[in-house]
């Protein structure tokens, strides 16, 4: 009796085995057909096999050499100035924000968090385009500095997670604190933040990845004004009908050059993105 | 409910405070009364310098801005330009030269920032006025108003809410707020390639492009109706599938007995961690009539055709929501694994000694434990997914287009729509009615949520 059903449970985890290779193979496909074709020497954006015949690593080095049509260098180094003071400005403006809706109490605190709720369900970029014409206005569309402000200046809304985090910290540490005569502003800085490292981290790497990932509000901001393009709208273009034959290759190379460190990011960071988005609802 | 009472106790509280205003002026002595033609004055001449200093300022600036460029501003949003740019003959250079019209869109913009700046004034005036009246208090009961210096310890500690938030709320005023009050008004306005400033004026037209959606226009309504039922569908599909394959997934990967939790974790998770852009075109380039796909079926004779993953309209939809799976089911893995940890041992056990098996454990315990805790996540999938922009756009880029539909293809959602009648079309007018569509789905749907968790409102409770 015992046997069989071990034998039962073997049997169903062997097929789980089964189930979550086959998976795998299915959802690390497209990834390992990218770094592939990242390595491919023969040009051609469709080829009947994944493996290619020659390996060179030409792709990446013309990337970086060959800067006339696709100024892959140029890119890469706009979206790490935008990304350096958006993520600046971004998290100063969250933390403050959630830190303010989660700690301290005052008479507008639960209708500012409904009007955040009502702003969010407005389709996110129908204001882009009116912060295009407001750019546009005073001159400053096609720069970089309209990108740091239009991926900064909505932060404060996406204080969700992080107001969630500073709700578990107890709020025993605030009120000895505040016996012991410290003011908010010194709670804030000497005991909540240091208290919130994780949550800062999260804030802080969120707020950096946000431009390299980004290709809505870039497309619209910038039009056609190459020179400023971020890595995201540049590799696009390499995928335009025109392009994609000679560029596929090195469209593969410069997408796995971005995408290697945010999968590290990522990975170190998942456990505050679950915690994050679970967070409200488990409580609940 | 809840937002009804909290509106009118909003506007009781707005009544309350037209009533101050008046007893406070007439109980005020002669400072305080003074000070509701001069601000500042209330604070200055009570020992309040940098204070009373900075409401005189704000004053004269207010007065400055309205006279130069304010009211001008206002008075022109009610026709939204008169004068059209016109060339005119120039004597002296012997050339027809461009003469600058009326810019509608900047007459919008500016009518209505100046609409925000007056209501910023009325709001520092009245702070102004009522700390007069306070300070006149303070006095009489012989004390000394707070000097600048306790002041700003008033901000870092009892009104520490103002000192950090100021800067949040100002930048989404200006980044937000403001955009999207010129946005839904652009929705009340002809504002297409027709009516394009600065060669053209355009001007408000009244619900005529919600009309227009909605039946008059039987191209656009017909477009409108049936994306809204193909986001709706998608949007269900999307979510459901998505949350059920992750969550069985995520039981799998969870399941006693099975070994490197974390390496399978890992591999769904790396998929995540790719950009969408870059997985996406990915997926087109491999999707597509000559793409890798069906240049690999076609070489193992398998197919004789190309298979139109993405150009036949119903395959292409089935396509986008198999691949949306591709690209959701480790997130709905992630968020689900956690709490299926947290489901209590003792219910399975109890279960399995009422001789339940696995199936009827998923259907009585699992099932309706993770619905109840992950009820409100589901929810804003959902919503998010009826504005799931990247999936679309970067698979099928709408298309296949149709010529049933105004500037749009079959696999467009609202939102893709949205984005095509600005970027390709600059057809702002319709794209704001859209907008406001989207907005109303979105609003009806939170709705439900909000009433129906009551997470919100016991959030103290677990600090």
Known sequence: ?284 | MKGGTQMTNGLKAFGKRIGLFFTHFSQGDIITKASYFVMGLGQFLRGQWVKGAAYLGVQLIFIYYMLVSGISSILGLRTLGTKLQERVWSEERGIFVVQAGDNSMLMLLFGVAAIFVVLAFVMVYWMSVSGSYQNQMTLEAGKKPLNFRQEIDVYLNEKYHITVLTLPVFLTFLFTIVPLVFMILLAFTNFDRFHQPPGNLFTWVGFENFTAALWKDPLKSKTFIDLLIWTLIWAVFATVLNYIFGMVLAIMINKKGIKLKKFWRTIFVITIAVPQFVSLMLMSQLLADQGTLNVILQEMNLIDKFLPFLSDPTMAKITVIVVNLWVGVPYSMLITSGILMNIPTDLYESAKIDGANAWVQFWKITLPYMLFVTGPYLITQFIGNINNFNVIYLLTRGGPLSLEYFQAGKTDLLVTWLYKLTVNEQNYSLASTIGIFIFMLSAFFSLIVFNKTASTQKEDDFQ
């Open chain 1, 1 to 284: 009796m015992m046997k069989s059903m071990k034998a039962r449970a073997k049997a169903g985890n062997a097929l789980i085995y089964a189930i979550l290779s086959g998976l795998s193979f299915i959802w690390l496909l497209p990834i390992v057909w990218l770094i592939m074709s990242s390595f491919r020497k023969e040009p051609g954006a469709y080829t009947a096999y994944i493996i290619p015949k020659e390996f060179t690593l030409d792709n990446y080095t013309r990337l970086f050499t060959e800067t006339t049509l696709f100024n892959y260098p140029r890119w890469f180094m706009n979206t790490l100035i935008v990304a350096i003071f958006s993520c600046i400005i971004s998290t100063v403006i969250v933390l403050l924000t959630s830190y303010a809706l989660s700690r301290l109490r005052f008479k507008m605190r639960k209708p500012m968090m409904n009007i955040a709720l009502v702003l969010g369900m407005f389709p996110g970029f129908m204001s882009m385009i009116a912060i295009y014409h407001i750019l546009k206005a005073f001159g400053l569309t096609q720069s970089l500095f309209a990108l740091v402000l239009v991926y900064s200046g909505g932060a404060a809304l996406g204080y969700y997670i992080s107001k969630g985090f500073f709700d578990t910290i107890p709020k025993a540490i605030d009120e000895s604190a505040m016996l012991d005569g410290a003011s908010k502003n010194t709670i804030f800085w000497k005991i909540t933040l240091p208290l919130s490292k994780p949550i800062v981290v999260y804030t802080i790497l969120m707020a950096f990845i946000g431009p390299w990932v980004d290709f809505i509000f870039v497309s619209v901001i910038m039009k056609d004004n190459y020179q400023n393009y971020t890595v995201a709208l540049g590799l696009f273009q390499m995928l335009s009908r025109e392009n994609i034959y000679q560029y596929f290759t090195r469209f593969a190379a410069g997408a796995v050059l971005i995408a290697i460190p945010i999968t590290i990011l990522f990975i170190y960071m998942q456990k505050y993105y679950v915690s994050g988005i679970t967070g409200g609802s488990v409580k609940g």
